[in-house]
């Protein structure tokens, strides 16, 4: 597969409207393929048809942009990236199409109170009033789908395509998606939230089928024709909320991963793992911009060093990265972002290609469950009241990975489809809220063969509740608890105790025990006096433990083979360092031995694998802002390996070593200031 070994990549961001005459007037094909050729990109994303629904090639579909004035936009770059050793990946919106929608009102995504997106004009979740927004179940809609990527496969011949945008933006009720439930459930579709109706979690699940069911209609559109050409839609929205339907389902539909995304890099490595594991095929694509720090700051660049970082930490994820720049309107762009900036930074990532891929060192995996994207304290609402922004589902196990890479775990995030043979000692499952039956059969395969859980929050299953021994009765009505730790639980808890209990900042799941046998209760739930938020109080400033019970708020559970931790809210959300300790010694119990250690700052991220019988570790320095300040005195120590050297690459530098104990090696580093790689011989 032509990806292999392609690890640079450019998308000159361009969904401009045509109602200026100078826009793209400036558009200038020769200057902008010099400047990949020059930045040492190896694929090029090129727009075909963006946002506007405006096509940047003669067109038999809907319209041309009036801007280019009949000139081949797609054409050109494809034929010109070839003649330099470019590889193209065609660019084709889905869903957002204002051509689409302004053409074809009975396309229309509906929302819950009958209106159309551009109707709406709440400056935010894509309500502006500028994305025109269409439904994937119109068959009309489809009709034009195929029409659209028909054209442009038989028009030209590139290596992949990027289909943008798949997902819902909003909850469709249009003729077509009430239609479709209809007849595939018999009943209407729902309009109340509530994550303990099993008809609403049937039709949460339904919307993931259906977005699903249009990627692999649109991917059979292209493998129809061009069956080599490669397919990548737009996976960023699987870290999105139940609203928008991505899940695991979409990987039939792909031939990598590949998304966009504008956080910082914690959450880069979080998903850089994930896509690691869930994609079909190596490299996965990790996109972000040329913009600090996304596309709206459209002027400001950042800095060399973050943008070394992004590039350094999707390739030791064997992932490719891709740059997302933006054109200005009239066509014109900025030449010295790829003569300088970008040409420098692959300049140096290029020489560590090679040491790529391999199998990585895990001892913790934390599962990132696509069916359970959803709060449900968010129940018992009308539609219309739902909110977009991530809550626990995505910030509880993104927390759980802060504290790994914190204490220098090595960790894997993965999906569904890697559960079952999953290598890690401890799989952590952080505030999953729902867990599908065939999903639990996976971790029950995981645990018959010695793996270890450590969950926290609800316990998405009846059977996995039936396996720790409790029963989940509810949650604190108190928004404000404590855990207080028994003597069993005092190692685990150490810093706290029945009068200074650990603090927990939300509820706590209920439960009562089901069955005692090999179970140990580490800690109790504790309340304080008198609810938070009301004029009675204890101590005016605070919500200080007054109500001790007997409640268990968490477990350790013997299950044969393996070992199960529950705790009643997710600790690793904590901000206290003695809280979020907590869940570290949770994790180490579980694991058992290290892989390795180190003594990397929290912000400083150790990862190793093994490849060609050779192991390497890459040490990033992943602080959030610039400028990023440089670490002294990093060490990693690695039992097993007395009789190995270490060096530093790319030049084999030989670094020095210690023997300790009887068969560890402690390699000490120098100074870093964005990375280090280095391999042991």
């Known amino acids: 597969m032509w990806i292999e070994g392609n690890y640079r990549r450019n998308l000159m961001d361009m969904h401009i409207d045509d109602w200026n005459p100078e826009f793209l007037s400036r558009l200038n094909v020769d200057e902008y393929v010099e400047a990949l050729k020059d930045a040492g990109i190896q694929a090029a994303m090129v727009k075909g048809r963006p946002h506007t629904g405006l096509a940047y090639y003669p067109t038999r579909v809907g319209r041309m942009h009036k801007g280019l004035k009949g000139f081949d936009f797609l054409g050109t770059m494809v034929q010109k990236c070839h003649e330099n050793g470019i590889a193209v990946v065609a660019y084709f919106t889905q869903i957002f199409d204002n051509w689409a929608y302004e053409n074809h009102p009975e396309w229309r995504l509906v929302t819950s109170d009958g209106m159309g997106m551009r109707e709406l004009h709440e400056k935010k979740d894509m309500k502006t009033g500028r994305y025109g927004i269409v439904c994937p179940n119109n068959e009309g809609y489809r009709a034009y789908v195929k029409a659209c990527l028909t054209e442009m496969n038989e028009l030209y011949d590139f290596e992949g395509m990027f289909l943008d945008m798949t997902f819902f933006p909003e909850v469709c009720y249009c003729p077509s998606c009430r239609k479709r439930y209809k007849d595939e459930t018999g009943k209407e579709l729902p309009r109340k939230i509530d994550w303990k109706d099993p008809d609403w979690l049937e039709y949460a699940y339904k919307r993931d089928e259906w977005i699903a069911d249009y990627a692999k209609f649109a991917t059979d559109c292209v493998k129809k024709i061009k069956p080599h050409v490669t397919i990548e839609h737009q996976l960023s929205n699987i870290a999105g ?81 891709l740059l997302v720049d933006a054109i200005n309107p009239d066509g014109s762009i900025v030449p010295e972002v790829y003569h300088g900036l970008m040409k420098r930074v692959y300049g140096v990532t290029r020489q560590y290609e090679k040491y790529v891929g391999g199998e990585t060192y895990r001892d913790a995996a934390v599962w990132f469950a696509t069916h359970a994207k959803f709060d449900p304290n968010e129940t018992d609402i009308d539609v219309m009241e739902k909110t977009f922004s991530p809550a626990y589902y995505m910030k509880s196990p993104v927390a759980a990975s802060s504290v790994l890479r914190e204490y220098n775990v090595p960790f894997e995030v993965i999906g569904t489809k890697n559960i079952k043979d999953e290598k890690a000692k401890v799989m952590i499952l952080s505030h999953v809220a729902n867990i599908r039956d065939e999903e639990m059969d996976e971790i029950e395969a995981y645990l018959a063969k010695g793996g270890n859980l450590l969950v926290s929050g609800p316990v998405g299953n009846e059977r996995l509740q039936k396996l720790i021994g409790i029963k989940i009765t509810g949650r604190t009505e108190h928004d404000f608890t404590y855990m207080s730790p028994t003597e069993a639980g005092a190692d685990f808890f150490e810093g706290f105790s029945r009068l200074a209990p650990l603090t927990i900042d939300g509820h706590q799941m209920e439960a009562e025990i089901t069955d005692e046998r090999n179970l140990t209760v580490l800690a109790t739930k ?20 007054g109500i001790y019970t007997e409640a268990p708020c968490a477990v350790l559970k013997e299950t044969g083979e393996g070992k199960v931790i529950w705790t009643a809210a997710p600790v690793e959300m904590s901000r206290p360092y003695m809280s979020r300790k907590v869940f570290f010694r949770m994790v180490d119990f579980l694991r058992g031995e290290a892989s390795f250690t180190s003594n990397a700052p929290k912000f400083v991220e150790v990862l190793a694998w093994k490849k060609d019988e050779e192991d390497y570790f890459a040490v990033i320095n992943q602080q959030e802002e610039s400028p990023i300040a440089p670490m002294y005195d990093i060490t990693i120590e690695v039992k097993g ?8 690459l790319p030049e084999n530098t030989e670094l020095k070593t210690e023997i300790t104990g009887e068969d560890s090696l402690k390699i000490y580093l120098p100074k870093l200031e964005i990375f280090h790689i280095l391999r042991l011989g």
């Open 526 to 545: 504790t309340l304080p006096y008198t609810m938070t938020g009301c004029c009675e109080f204890s101590a005016i400033h605070s919500n200080p433990p």
């Open 241 to 321: 909320s139940w609203i928008v339907a991505d899940s695991e389902l979409l990987l039939d539909a792909i031939d990598c991963a590949s998304g966009d995304y504008y956080g910082g890099f914690l959450q880069q490595t979080f998903i850089n793992k994930y896509y690691k594991n869930i994609s079909p095929n190596l490299p996965f694509v990790y996109h972000t911009s040329r913009c600090d720090p996304e596309l709206a700051y459209h002027t400001t660049t950042k800095t060399e060093e973050e943008m070394l970082l992004h590039v350094i930490t999707s390739l030791v994820h064997n992932g490719a990265f």
């Open 641 to 648: 390996k007395a009789d190995k050297k270490a060096y530093l």
